[in-house]
């Protein structure tokens, strides 16, 4: 596809800073899951032996999976909404050294701040992409967790191909696309009530 731009895991940290809000890019190479439950027990015991996350893309998900053969099946691996971190976001990325997180939704100011600090960008996916996404991560490489916090809440590990398309939202600069749209939209919201 012509002008696909894609970044390969583990990022390099120079090609990361470079990204600014507002492109598009497809990831390729080792992917690691995580919602708020692996969050908490990540930075509660750390990263789990035999993960290395140092420079890869955390992904914000829950895959749905199913066990054939003594093998596990993704079903589906759509995006959970990354709020839900954001109380641990910016102190798990400095742990994990991750340089990007993907999820929908956005973050916050702190979340914001830490990419800033730490070179990271927030790469936002499309809800309700499930099934594609599950087909672009590939097979199972890995799974961490899964009898403390069950399939859904479990750390996976994946190779990922072309997996996207990702829209950088947040950049390692301190621009945001939530923070803009949400301005754009009070100052819409401002003119309609002064016509009123």
């Not at 731009?5 to 598009?24: C, F, M, Q, Y």
């Not at 839900?84 to 916050?108: D, N, P, T, W, Y």
């Not at 499930?130 to 190779?159: C, N």
């Amino acid at each position: 596809m012509s002008g696909r731009k894609t970044i390969h895991t583990p990022l390099d940290p120079g090609a990361v800073r470079s990204l600014r809000i507002g492109e598009v890019v497809h990831l390729t190479g080792p992917i690691f899951t995580a919602r708020d439950q692996a969050h908490m027990l990540m930075l509660d015991e750390g990263i789990p032996p035999g993960l290395n996350t140092e420079g890869l893309a955390v992904y914000h998900c829950g895959p749905i999976a199913k066990q054939e053969h003594g093998r596990w099946r993704i079903l589906s691996a759509g995006p959970t909404t990354s709020m839900r971190m954001e109380s641990m976001q910016s102190r798990f990325l400095e742990m994990s050294r991750a340089l990007a997180v993907i999820g929908k939704g956005g973050m916050g100011a702190e979340t914001l701040e830490a990419l800033k600090n730490l070179g990271a960008v927030y790469l936002s996916i499309t809800g309700g992409v499930g099934v594609s996404a599950m087909k672009q991560l590939g097979p199972v490489k890995a799974v961490h967790f899964l009898e403390r916090l069950g399939p859904v809440e479990a750390v996976w590990e994946f190779d990922a191909i072309e997996f996207g398309p990702l829209v950088v939202t947040m950049d390692t600069h301190g621009h945001s696309l939530h923070d803009n749209v949400s301005a754009e939209t009070k100052s819409n919201l401002d003119k309609v009530l002064d016509r009123a």
